[in-house]
């Protein structure tokens, strides 16, 4: 196996504290991280350390139900709620993903697909509680990338209306399970999260101290393109100051006329020295548009799309893109393989 190729590259480090009196330097700050990098993290968020050990807690409550009850609010890609385990299949890989994860919305996303009262006391309030202190750093956020475009400060804040019922905005819970650290005669890769992009305006991400593996692959120049390089670089949770990783989305990027970079990213597969192969814990908050948002960046770049339209070609732009991994596969191998998993609709 040949080494990964490691370079450093700088992530930026992003403060919001007194927001209001200093939202033109953030704004100079994260329109800077979203041009070159398109990762960031985000500090003074306002998100207290243990209202995210909370929700990591909750998670961990959440996991450790048998499969069977986990099994009773099943992932649907047509909602993209839900749970779902060793299901996720990404096209830069052809295999799955060994983790589970179960996907929350604010509204009828979830109809049938939150776990009792009784299996979980008061986990979904927990949980919406923490959702609505991400979508306030989000809603920060949105309002510096509203400004650096020239579009109203609330521009993407309408868009992502969590309020009405058939809000997008996914929190996933994700839960990699520990890796053998096992002589592997056969070859075969653990993928956590195979290298992908999300499809969503804007990703935040909360880690746990010493959980590493997430690793980023700047470089990218179109929305519409699946290709990635071969130079990773590390990016380590900072549980000490609480940050929170941020990384631009296709739909940000396509908002922008592909001015601010949704960057290919992964949780490697633990194969090298120095690597984690412990379970693994992280939580993802997606914004996701509405359906009937208009998107269309300020120099017209890309055709105008509704909310719905875009997330559509993604999956079919990533559908695609998988097919054909699976057929490169398919060719090399002398076999059928055995029926894959259906493709998910995570972003
Ligand atoms: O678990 C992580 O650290 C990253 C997860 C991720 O990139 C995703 O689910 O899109
Ligand atoms: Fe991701």
Not at 44 to 59: E, L, N, P
Not at 61 to 90: C, L, M, T, Y
Not at 194 to 207: C, P, R
Not at 234 to 261: H, Q, T, Y
Request: proline fraction near 5%; charged fraction near 25%.
């Amino acid at each position: 196996m040949t080494p990964t190729k490691y370079i450093d590259r700088q992530v930026p480090t992003i403060s919001l504290h007194d927001f209001e009196s200093r939202i033109d330097d953030i704004t100079t700050e994260l329109v800077n991280a979203a041009e070159n990098v398109g990762f960031f993290c985000v500090v003074d968020h306002g998100i207290s350390r243990s209202a995210v050990d909370r929700i990591f807690d909750q998670s961990a409550r959440f996991f450790h139900q048998n499969d069977d009850v986990k099994a009773r609010v099943p992932f649907s890609p047509q909602h993209n709620a839900g749970w779902e385990k060793n299901a996720q299949i990404r096209p830069s890989t052809g295999a799955v993903d060994r983790k589970e994860s179960y996907q929350m919305q604010f509204g009828e996303g979830m109809n049938g697909r939150w776990l009792d009262e009784t299996t979980l006391p008061s986990f979904q309030k927990e949980s919406l509680d923490f959702m609505r202190q991400a979508q306030g750093v989000s809603e920060k956020l949105m309002t510096c990338f509203a400004r650096g475009l020239g579009f109203e400060e609330d521009y993407f804040i309408k868009a992502h209306d969590i309020n009405r019922e058939s809000s997008q905005t996914v929190c996933r819970l994700l839960h990699y399970f520990e890796t053998p650290q096992v002589p592997n005669p056969t070859g075969e890769v653990f993928h956590r999260a195979g290298a992908h992009v999300d499809w969503d305006l804007l990703t935040l991400l909360f880690q746990k101290a010493g959980q590493s593996g997430l690793e980023i692959c700047p470089g990218r120049e179109v929305s519409t393109s699946f290709g990635y390089g071969d130079s990773w670089t590390k990016v380590e949770p900072d549980a000490s100051k609480n940050a929170i990783i941020c990384n631009v989305g296709d739909l940000l990027m396509s908002w922008s006329d592909d001015r601010f970079k949704s960057t290919f990213h992964r949780v490697k597969a633990p194969c090298e020295p120095g690597d984690y192969y412990g379970e693994r814990y992280s939580i993802a908050f997606f914004n996701q548009p509405c359906k009937d948002a208009k998107i269309q960046g300020p120099l017209k770049k890309y055709p105008l799309v509704t909310g719905e339209e875009f997330t559509r070609n993604a999956m079919s732009r990533n559908y695609k893109a998988l097919q054909d991994k699976l057929r490169q596969g398919q060719e090399k191998q002398t076999e059928v393989p055995q029926a894959v998993p259906a493709v998910s609709a995570q972003a």
